[in-house]
Structures are given as C-alpha cells and as structure tokens.
C-alpha cells in the first residue's frame, strides 16, 4: 500500500482512534506530530489541494487562537489563513491521513477508511 502520513495529536481523542483503526488493520502511518513540526506553506497547500478544501475550511473554529487573531473575518485571504496555522497549528483540524494523491479529514475517524483498499 502506497505510504501512509497521518497528521497527528496524541491528546485528540479522535486523532487516536484514526491511528488505531489504522494499526488494527495491520498499517503503520509515519506519524507526523504537527504541533511540534508544523507543516511549511507549501506543505499546507499541497495538504488541501489532497483534501480539496480552501484553507479556511481546515481552521478550527473552535480553538483560542481563531478568536483572538480574528479568523472569521472573510476579507482575511488565504496566504493570511495558511500563515495563521503554520504559526499556532492547533487551529489545523485534525487527524488527516495522506497518501500519495489523497487526503481526507479523521472526522469521525472511521472517515480515514474512504483512502484504504
């Protein structure tokens, strides 16, 4: 199978279950702990191109920092939204699994299976 890169927070009790449905099945992702190694621009951009979203649709509108640096304001661009996740990547919705051409959001976990033969 082609590898598997799972963007990963072991305090997310659903970036937990992703991995496990994926070591259940005998597969073994690189785990990519992206609040200790953010992804670069680029990185991201190849990230949502995988996903087919527009970086606004990855933020977690939930978290602190989507307030207080003002996220919902529409006239923010995407060069500004994807500059805000690399610097506090908790606002990164989270898990995601990528394979070569692919990627899909962990939400709910069984979510990862959609990119499995």
Do not use: W
Request: net charge negative; glycine share 4%.
């Amino acid at each position: 199978m082609t590898d598997l890169i799972l963007y990963h927070n072991p305090r997310c009790s659903k970036s937990r279950a992703a991995l496990q449905l994926l070591e259940a099945r005998g597969l073994q992702p690189t785990v990519v702990h992206y609040l200790d190694n953010p992804p670069s621009a680029t990185q991201l951009r190849e990230l949502l191109d995988k996903l087919g979203l527009s970086p606004r649709q990855l933020l977690r509108q939930g978290e602190d920092e989507y307030r207080e640096l003002n996220l919902a304001d529409e006239n923010l661009g995407d060069a500004e939204l994807i500059n805000a996740m690399i610097s506090h990547p908790r606002l990164i919705e989270r898990p995601i699994l990528i394979t070569a051409d692919r990627a899909v959001i962990g939400r709910p976990p069984e979510n990862i299976l959609e990119l499995l033969p």
